[in-house]
């Protein structure tokens, strides 16, 4: 028993994992569930697989009882790209925020042109803001502070006229963007006490930030480019791109050439964000919903002074003593 307590000292395996509907198994990552169910791994667990095959969703990797109910979810978990630019609704008033807790979420997306004497500087030049619901709240070209050397018009479709004539200052639309995210809160107070300031959601946020020039407190940022279980299989050390999450998650395809507005990335960002914080996890016994924060340290979990009596406890009782190395998203709908 030794081992075991020393392995879970070390995993920190939880009710929060991705786990096979199968087996039960605990998986690092979503993308190391689908090796283990399949996704074109060469060494699959041949019995969790063929189950799944028959009874398995491909996008949220749950199983289902009956085909006929698998069938009754995927109407539901396969989504449709978002609206076209003719088509978004535009909401500028701090009012038109509506979500769980506190503030609600929202997701913000930038688009970078090239600075520098060879182009390879990003530099921000269009940014976006959505609320929960997908609506705008701010959408604005931006003047870089430096000249622009690239405008990477076949991915983004800025040309030189669209940051001379209707473009926002960096200052500005830094200044726009604070206002949506402290939702009345001093910047001061954030740093201790979330308040009534809001969730920022995105992919790569610490890159759109350093774009504007603006920081945001850790614990109030949900990157999908970092967040445990939606990066790769190798350690957590790479992230999965936009595009790939959106179609493995959400199934449907963004970014497939031609330009690129920053708000189909906002909304990919913000739906995988909403579909991770819409999980409930909980073990047999237990009251749906999750546990408080991870511990400070492994220690505190699995202390050494307690290695006897928790040699005499069962799996069971283990695992639900042990803690995400992580905070879990569906804690913030609680």
């Known amino acids: 028993m030794e081992h075991l307590v020393e392995h879970m000292r070390l995993s920190h395996h939880s009710a929060h994992e991705p786990r096979c509907g ?25 019995g969790c697989a063929s ?46 925020i ?5 503030g609600g979420a929202v997701a913000l997306g930038c688009k970078m042109v090239g600075g520098g004497s060879d182009g390879t500087l990003d530099v921000c030049a269009r940014v976006c803001l959505i609320d929960e619901h997908e609506n705008i709240l701010y959408d604005s070209f931006v003047k870089p502070l430096i000249p622009v050397a690239h405008y990477r018009y076949e ?20 200044k726009r963007v604070e206002d949506f995210l402290l939702n009345g809160e001093d910047p001061w107070k954030i740093r201790t006490a979330r308040g009534n300031a809001r969730i920022l959601v995105g992919h790569g946020l610490d890159h759109d930030l350093d774009g504007l020039g603006m920081d945001y407190p850790a614990y109030l940022k949900r990157d999908t480019a970092t967040y445990p279980p939606l990066m790769k299989t ?42 991770m914080r819409a999980l409930r996890h909980g073990l047999k016994g237990e009251v ?13 979990a699995f202390p050494a002074w307690r290695q006897r009596e928790l040699e005499r406890m069962s799996p069971e009782e283990l695992l639900r003593m042990s803690k995400p190395d992580y905070r879990c998203w569906c804690l913030d709908d609680v």
Do not use: W
Request: one cysteine or more.
């Open 22 to 46: 199968v087996c039960g198994k605990h998986c690092r990552s979503i993308d190391a569930l689908r090796d283990h169910l399949g996704f074109g791994s060469v060494l699959p667990k041949a």
């Open 51 to 96: 189950v799944f095959t028959a009874r398995g969703c491909q996008l949220c990797l749950a199983v289902f009882p009956s085909s006929g109910t698998l069938r009754a979810h995927r109407a539901a978990c396969q989504l449709s790209s978002a609206p076209t630019q003719s088509q978004l609704t535009r909401s500028m008033s701090r009012m038109g």
């Open 98 to 102: 509506q979500g769980g807790g506190h």
């Open 155 to 174: 991915m983004t479709g800025i040309r030189p006229e669209h940051l001379r004539v209707s473009a926002a200052t960096v200052k500005l639309a830094r």
């Open 234 to 275: 190798s350690s957590r050390l790479m992230s999965n791109s936009l595009k790939f999450l959106t179609k493995s998650c959400l199934g449907y395809e963004i970014q497939n050439g031609g330009h690129q507005h920053p708000y189909d990335d906002c909304v990919a960002a913000m739906r995988l964000y909403k579909r």
């Open 288 to 300: 749906k919903g999750c546990a408080g924060p991870a511990p400070a340290s492994v220690a505190e």
